[in-house]
């Protein structure tokens, strides 16, 4: 050991670094990538969650009284108005409509994430339910007069609630809402009367994954997370040494078929993706007790729909690389825009809206919703076409473009 | 004219700026084993890689058994043999002959007698079930050229056959080469050995991608009055002859 052979070792490598360009890229590069994704990825809450506010609230609050028997009506009290007013509309984007079915079917559609229901009564009834807790016993004329003596027994209290209807499959999405709407109802209703708590006025209901845990929904996104990892990193190391072996020449020289070659990875590689995703299944329902609402069978498919494409994605980039060592360095490059972006770990909704479309040209974006669509709303093939229609445009690109590419290696022009 | 296996004219093929092969002419006839020698970087294996397919030439053409290069009929008729090893490490000898018979399209009974035949000229019989990368790299060699030869091929295109492999071996594939010869089996082979060379039915001595002599080793040994294919080379390199 001595100085000068550390020093020889270290110009050595530091020599080997310089002439391969390659690497030297990604040694600046990374870094860079690196804090980029996970500064964005963390930057925030969920914002613009798709919200529809349905708000059938009259605004009249109609009390009734003693003496003379009857109803007394006190208008201009708009209490559902006051609270939507409040609404954060940075985490929530109030779309509104006048048909509670409808916003509902939007839910279940999954183009919105949330429902508010305001009922016809809200105002009334809310009102009435203030009264009863604070055992007033009288409320002043609206016009002037004298006061009237409330009677509390008959006031009705079955509307004073705030329907909220929520799609649960994305447990952190369900969260935000749940604690926007909070917020503004402590503000709105808290502050102004102590005696009543927002959850007495908030009646939360699920329309998908009730009771959904967070591994509930980070399940189906590591399925195919796994997915993505292990058959990108066996496409492009068995496919770049069948270049170096000397193997693919043989076989460019025989009379098999570009697409031969491809089809037959395809085939095996397929089938390794199905096996994993079966292993992830099983493990996450025998030991996390995840729960899977819909079909298993549709889950599988989506995954080997997805290695098909990651395949063709893996022959391209074996195309590009000369070797394995290059090839390897591909792979950190597309998983960790997958992890960070595609909605995995922290929902799209949570990243700036500027890198929202980066997110929408990440294939895995689409086969982990299609998953936890499947898996969690208990989604079927229509349902999740658009994603399945995206994964299809994926396979059928990277192929084609990976099966011509290989021709052309085959017969270089 | 003569019915040539392997006819190429004015072959051209440039990487870039540099003119790798360079208007280049040979023909093969049948049963020959044809050298193409030649320093390293003089354009050997671009030469291989054209007549067998794996390349396009920018200019000239290439028939093979008077098929176009292209033509799916061709590759059942030949064998190429890279310079890499080219078998599969992870599979084992049967394995890799077995894959690359179905590659030509070869039935489960065509494939056990071709197995048997050549595992045993390759001396690999006993080595049947043992994986290719636990193979010493001689028989890693025969190994490959096994698969060359697991269907029959007509033309045999051999990139530096035998470059790394011990005198024995060499000796035995030689035989080997003669052997096919007898069979009418045409091989273009590439070298640097002179040794082999002048084993060769015919050379053509290939500099900086362009043909500088072809004929037989004796009769270019005695046109330029030297004594060894070392010394035919050195004299066209300086432009003596």
């Known amino acids: ?413 | 004219m003569a019915d040539y296996v392997v006819e190429a004219r004015g072959l051209v093929r440039r990487y870039g700026d540099l003119v790798a092969v360079d208007r280049l002419d040979f023909m093969v006839e049948k049963g020959e084993v044809y050298g193409l020698i030649g320093p390293n970087g003089s354009g050997k294996t671009t030469v291989i890689k054209l007549v067998c397919g794996l390349l396009k030439p920018h200019a000239g053409s290439v028939r093979v058994l008077g098929m176009q290069v292209a033509d799916p009929k061709l590759s059942h008729q030949i064998g190429y043999m890279p310079q890499e090893i080219a078998i599969y490490p992870d599979l084992t000898v049967h394995d890799n002959v077995r894959f690359f018979g179905e590659v030509y399209g070869l039935s489960k009974k065509e494939v056990e007698k071709r197995e048997e035949e050549l595992l045993d000229f390759a001396g690999l019989t006993e080595k049947r079930n043992a994986l290719a990368s636990t193979l010493s790299g001689g028989l890693k060699h025969r190994l490959s050229f096994a698969c060359t030869l697991v269907h029959t091929p007509k033309v045999l295109f051999l990139d530096e056959p035998t470059v790394g492999v011990d005198p024995e071996l060499r000796f035995s594939f030689w035989e080997f080469f003669y052997d096919l010869r007898k069979k009418g089996v045409t091989t273009i082979i590439t070298t640097h050995y002179m040794d082999e060379a002048r084993k060769c039915t015919r050379v053509g001595l290939i500099r900086r991608g362009k043909m500088v002599a072809e004929d037989h080793p004796k009769k270019l040994m005695e046109k330029t009055g030297t004594g060894s294919l070392e010394d035919v080379f050195l004299a066209f390199s300086r432009g003596e002859a």
């Open chain 1, 1 to 413: 050991m001595g100085a000068t052979m550390i020093l020889a070792m270290a110009r050595n490598i530091l020599l080997r670094l310089v002439h391969d360009r390659r690497t030297l890229g990604m040694i600046f590069v990374m870094p860079i990538i690196f804090i980029g994704l996970f500064g964005f990825a963390f930057a925030g809450e969920p914002e613009d969650i798709g919200t529809v506010v349905v708000n059938l609230d009259t605004g009249i609050a109609s009390i009734p009284v003693k003496e003379p028997v009857g109803n007394i009506t006190i208008p201009g009290l708009n209490l559902a108005e006051g609270i939507i007013d409040g609404f954060d509309t940075k985490t929530l984007t109030l779309h509104f409509s006048d048909d509670v079915d409808e916003a509902l079917k939007k839910v279940e559609n999954g183009e919105a994430w949330a429902v508010v229901y305001f009922p016809e009564n809200f105002t009334s009834h809310l009102y009435g339910k203030l009264l009863k807790i604070m055992k007033t016993g009288t409320i002043p004329d609206p016009i002037g007069g004298q006061d009237y003596s409330v009677d509390l027994q008959n006031i009705s209290t079955s509307d004073a609630t705030i329907d909220l209807r929520i799609d649960g499959s994305n447990t952190q999405v369900a969260a935000a809402i749940i604690q926007s709407i909070s917020e503004t109802l402590s503000k709105s209703v808290e502050e102004s009367h102590p005696d009543l708590s927002f959850s007495d006025v908030l009646n939360i209901r699920y329309v998908y994954g009730e009771n959904a845990r967070f591994i509930d929904f980070f399940a189906p996104g590591i399925m195919a997370l796994v997915v993505t990892n292990i058959t990108i990193m066996l496409t492009i190391v068995s496919f770049v040494r069948e270049k170096t072996n000397g193997t693919l020449d043989r076989l460019f020289v025989s009379p098999m078929k570009s697409t031969d070659i491809v089809l037959g990875y395809t085939v095996t590689f397929s089938l390794v993706a199905l096996f994993q995703s079966v292993e992830i299944i099983a493990v996450g329902v025998l030991l996390f007790d995840i729960r899977i609402v819909g079909s298993i069978a549709l889950a599988l498919m989506i995954i080997v729909l997805y290695a098909i494409g990651l395949l063709g994605l893996g022959f391209l980039l074996s195309t590009i690389a000369k070797n394995e060592f290059q090839a390897i360095q591909f792979i950190p490059l597309i998983i960790l825009p997958s992890i960070i972006l595609a909605g995995v770990i922290w929902p799209i909704e949570s990243m700036p809206p500027i890198i929202r479309p980066v997110s929408y040209a990440i294939p895995l974006t689409y086969a982990a919703e299609a998953l936890r669509s499947v898996m969690i709303r208990g989604w079927g093939p229509l349902e999740i076409g658009v994603d399945i229609l995206a994964l299809i445009i994926f396979a059928v690109l990277t192929f084609s473009l990976s099966i011509l590419i290989m021709r052309r290696k085959a017969h270089q022009s």
